[in-house]
């Protein structure tokens, strides 16, 4: 079946590179596995109604990305396997958000100009602001790969108390370990939404692709915003996996008789759209 070329011209970008994010998420869903032959040039004309100089620039785009290999005469390979590459599940409750970056490296990024950047509003979370916060920005990878940015702003005081530990380390692990602190309230928005030039640049994608961009707030026993974070992923690394019965199997711990129908799975994909979850420490 050939795809309506209308389509394409729905958005801004390139037609190329619409079909290469396609080609890509036949290889990701493994329909075409690594090593295999993928389709004719021919055939993908046919079957996305494009010019072939189209196809071979998607072509050279996939290339270009290691995820394909041309060969004259024999034909286009899969080099790349793209099915474990969403490894990030976004942490929807605390314990899985504190595990989820327990063994990443930090590297600290300037922010000079910056030092006295205000706590900006914050309207997900019942909380006052601390009278001064700690600005740091970072990016976050795991083994060499680049995989959020995030700018953060820690109450001062708390700080204060272990400012290296909260330089080298990811903050929320030391967080959640340091003593008399006491967190009541956990609350993050995500929001799919696309890459700006900085972003782009840090996290090694392109201007425009789609990320998960979220936000997280956390308040200590005195109603204080103790921390907040603003964290953008490239959506192609994450998944989101949320219980929707988790509520009913909690309540029902007292109640032996009752069945408790299996957790539900909700699996995101590239971000093209905008769509907006609210998760928090339950």
């Given at each position: 079946?050939?795809?309506?070329?209308?389509?394409?011209?729905?958005?801004?970008?390139p037609i190329y590179l619409q079909?290469?994010?396609?080609?890509?998420?036949?290889?990701?869903?493994?329909?075409?596995?690594?090593?295999?032959?993928?389709?004719?040039?021919?055939?993908?004309?046919?079957?996305?109604?494009?010019?072939?100089?189209?196809?071979?620039?998607?072509?050279?785009?996939?290339?270009?990305?290691?995820?394909?290999?041309?060969?004259?005469?024999?034909?286009?390979?899969?080099?790349?396997?793209?099915?474990?590459?969403?490894?990030?599940?976004?942490?929807?409750?605390?314990?899985?958000?504190?595990?989820?970056?327990?063994?990443?490296?930090?590297?600290?990024?300037?922010?000079?100009?910056?030092?006295?950047?205000?706590?900006?509003?914050?309207?997900?979370?019942?909380?006052?602001?601390?009278?001064?916060?700690?600005?740091?920005?970072?990016?976050?990878?795991?083994?060499?790969?680049?995989?959020?940015?995030?700018?953060?702003?820690?109450?001062?005081?708390?700080?204060?108390?272990?400012?290296?530990?909260?330089?080298?380390?990811?903050?929320?692990?030391?967080?959640?370990?340091?003593?008399?602190?006491?967190?009541?309230?956990?609350?993050?928005?995500?929001?799919?939404?696309?890459?700006d030039a900085d972003t782009a640049?840090l996290l090694d994608i392109g201007?425009?692709?789609?990320?998960?961009?979220?936000?997280?707030?956390?308040?200590?026993?005195?109603?204080?915003?103790?921390?907040?974070?603003?964290?953008?992923?490239?959506?192609?690394?994450?998944?989101?996996?949320?219980?929707?019965?988790?509520?009913?199997?909690?309540?029902?711990?007292?109640?032996?008789?009752?069945?408790?129908?299996?957790?539900?799975?909700?699996?995101?994909?590239?971000?093209?759209?905008?769509?907006?979850?609210?998760?928090?420490?339950?």
């Open positions: 079946m050939t795809l309506d070329p209308a389509l394409f011209r729905r958005s801004r970008t079909i290469a994010s396609l080609l890509r998420q036949k290889i990701e869903h493994g329909e075409w596995q690594v090593g295999q032959c993928i389709p004719t040039l021919e055939q993908l004309m046919a079957t996305y109604g494009a010019a072939r100089s189209t196809l071979r620039e998607a072509l050279a785009q996939l290339e270009n990305e290691g995820v394909i290999r041309r060969s004259r005469g024999a034909g286009t390979f899969v080099t790349k396997d793209l099915s474990t590459e969403r490894w990030f599940k976004l942490p929807t409750d605390w314990d899985d958000m504190v595990a989820s970056v327990a063994d990443l490296r930090v590297k600290l990024l300037p922010i000079s100009g910056a030092v006295g950047l205000a706590l900006p509003d914050v309207d997900f979370i019942d909380g006052e602001r601390a009278d001064s916060y700690r600005y740091l920005r970072r990016v976050h990878y795991r083994q060499d790969l680049a995989y959020c940015l995030i700018d953060i702003w820690l109450e001062r005081s708390i700080f204060a108390r272990d400012p290296k530990a909260f330089i080298k380390a990811p903050v929320l692990t030391r967080l959640a370990s340091l003593p008399g602190l006491a967190i009541t309230r956990a609350k993050q928005v995500v929001r799919i939404a696309v890459s640049a201007v425009g692709d789609p990320i998960a961009d979220v936000c997280r707030a956390l308040t200590d026993s005195l109603g204080r915003i103790v921390y907040y974070a603003h964290i953008r992923y490239p959506a192609r690394l994450i998944e989101i996996e949320i219980d929707l019965m988790r509520r009913y199997s909690r309540a029902a711990k007292n109640d032996k008789t009752k069945i408790i129908p299996a957790p539900g799975r909700v699996r995101e994909g590239n971000g093209h759209g905008r769509r907006k979850a609210h998760a928090s420490d339950r």
